[in-house]
């Protein structure tokens, strides 16, 4: 059989394959870049698929990075932050002003998105054939071979082969994660969550579930709907996310050491559990017909490898995945991609340079993982969920996102000379989430109040979100510095809050936590 050969070879069209092809063909276009689908475009709308919730970084990385900020603006629906739902001991059937609500009430800066999975890969994969990107849908691997230089894939399409052999070859096939299993790299996470989801028609207007006028006031008109909303209790929980072709994605995430898998599996029995658990949530549920179905057990994946100086590389879920709380795989596509596309367009094949790449790579990953290992049992929790939404999203902000938004993430001389400040901000996150895993264990459900714990009232996180575009990268030391004195001091705060929780106290007014009050003026004042 001959071999057509070409630059870039991409097993997987979905979002982490496509963002890739069409990142790499802006950064080189005379790059000769193949990407090999199974499914044939287009797909369906609210097509069957986890991740429709993006952050801060993937939003930058597809808004700025690929372009695509018309078809966000345009064609998706405008994200309204995360919002989590609390109840106490008792179930609420009637009322959703009784549950203690975390979110914002207002949009805070920089604009993050809820997307439509089908309609967004649709556009990605007509852009990418636009390009010249050769996408060939409709198309299985049969075989992966890894060579030094060039590699070699064997393709089936209507019963008939082709050879590809290319330069480089990066698996973005998600699950099947044809070089990580081929290579033997599958490591365990030892995070053995279980999710579920699915699909529903129609909007749940989360608005109507009450007719109590403060609680209406208090997102001044703006709807609940687009929230990534979360119905919290000890070990699980669920998510209700709209999608602009007029569907609701609906998940339930859960320690299956707290919530046996065989009690939710199927979507009756979800749904019975549901009625005890959040009867004001399954009674509109019931209502309405999933579209699909899906379980997946110990979604948590790791690989001992991710990039080889030899040209292959993984991206997405072929690759690692930590959690679906806070959205983050979205963003470690963009981290990935990010890194190939520097190896790919230099052209180097730098054993150190590859090895530095991965090495940051799997120390975001690392850093990652630890916001979950072990911190399930207190997510029916109000204290524990205050003050950890205040030190993840903080964290977040200060540090991954200013150096994804600054590009310093892909600087090495940059990343070497800041390690110091990395390795301290890395031990003082390691000792918070510690912290919230001992507070974790007691699997307390505390909520119920009708509280109101409002992140549009946190000074420092808008200064951090307004940090994030502003300043050259030549400034990003000292602002990293700066961001991590500010971290140094939300500490002192959260692990109040978490203190006063162990005496009985309420968690405060957000406004009124120590060091959330304002960005820390300088390193010097904050010594």
């Known amino acids: 059989m001959s071999s057509e050969q070409i630059d870039v070879c991409i097993l997987g069209g979905g979002f982490a394959g496509l963002t890739l092809a069409r990142q790499l063909r802006r950064a080189q276009p005379d790059l000769s870049i193949t990407v090999a689908e199974h499914r044939r475009f287009p797909v369906a709308d609210a097509t069957h698929k986890v991740g429709e919730s993006t952050v801060e970084v993937a939003s930058h990385y597809l808004a700025n990075e690929l372009g ?29 002003a009784r549950y203690d609500e975390i979110g914002a009430s207002r949009t805070l800066p920089i604009p ?41 894939v064997t393709l089936r399409d209507d019963g008939s082969e082709r050879c590809l052999q290319s330069r480089y070859l990066i698996d973005a096939s998600g699950r099947r994660a044809w070089v990580r299993k081929g290579e033997d790299l599958s490591r365990p996470a030892r995070h053995d969550n ?17 007719s109590d006028p403060q609680w209406l006031a208090r997102c001044h008109g703006q709807s609940r709907r687009l929230s990534t909303n979360h119905f919290t209790g000890p070990g699980y929980w669920l998510w209700l996310i709209p999608l602009s072709s007029n569907a609701t994605s609906v998940g339930l995430v859960f320690d299956p050491k707290r919530l046996p898998l065989k009690a939710v599996r199927q979507h009756a029995d979800l749904l019975q559990w549901l009625a005890q658990e959040h009867p004001i949530i399954a009674e509109v549920l019931a209502q309405r017909e999933p579209l699909d179905y899906h379980v997946l057990e110990n979604y948590a994946v790791t690989s001992a490898q991710v990039f080889s100086e030899q040209g292959w590389m993984t991206t997405g879920d072929a690759g690692i995945f930590s959690d679906p709380l806070y959205s983050p795989g979205s963003d470690f596509i963009a981290l990935a991609n990010g ?16 090895a530095d790449y991965q090495g940051y790579f799997f120390s975001f990953f690392t850093s990652t993982l630890s916001l979950y290992r072990g911190q399930y049992g207190g997510f029916g929790n109000r204290d524990f969920m205050v003050a950890k939404t205040l030190w993840d999203y903080a964290y977040y902000w200060a540090v991954l996102s200013k150096l994804y938004f600054s590009g310093a993430y892909k600087d090495l001389e940059f990343m070497r000379a800041q390690q110091p400040t990395l390795l301290r901000v890395a031990a003082l996150n390691s000792g918070m989430q510690k912290r919230f895993r001992e507070v974790a264990r007691a699997g307390a459900r505390i909520g119920g109040e009708g509280r109101f714990y409002d992140h549009h009232a946190v000074p420092i996180f808008h200064e951090l979100k307004e940090d994030l575009l502003a300043g050259a990268p030549t400034e990003s030391g000292a602002q990293l510095a700066r961001n991590v004195a500010t971290l140094e001091a939300a500490a002192v705060g959260v692990r109040a809050v978490l203190d006063g929780h162990g005496r009985g106290l309420r968690a405060p007014a957000l406004d009124q936590v120590d060091g959330f009050a304002s960005l820390v003026p300088s390193v010097a004042a904050a010594g």
């Open 68 to 96: 695509l900020a018309d078809h966000l603006e345009t064609m998706q629906l405008p994200k309204f932050g995360l919002r989590l739902f609390l109840r106490g001991a008792d179930p609420i059937r009637d009322d959703l």
């Open 112 to 152: 993050t998105y809820q997307l439509d999975r089908g309609r967004f890969e649709n556009h990605l994969a007509q852009a990418c054939s636009n390009d010249g990107v050769q996408l060939l849908d409709g198309t299985t691997v049969r075989q992966v071979e890894l060579g030094d230089r060039r590699h070699r």
């Open 194 to 210: 279980c999710a579920i989801w699915f699909r529903v028609e129609g909007d749940i207007e989360l608005d109507s579930f009450s």
């Open 339 to 354: 890194y190939i596309t520097e190896l790919i367009t230099s052209g180097t094949r730098d054993p150190q340079r590859v």
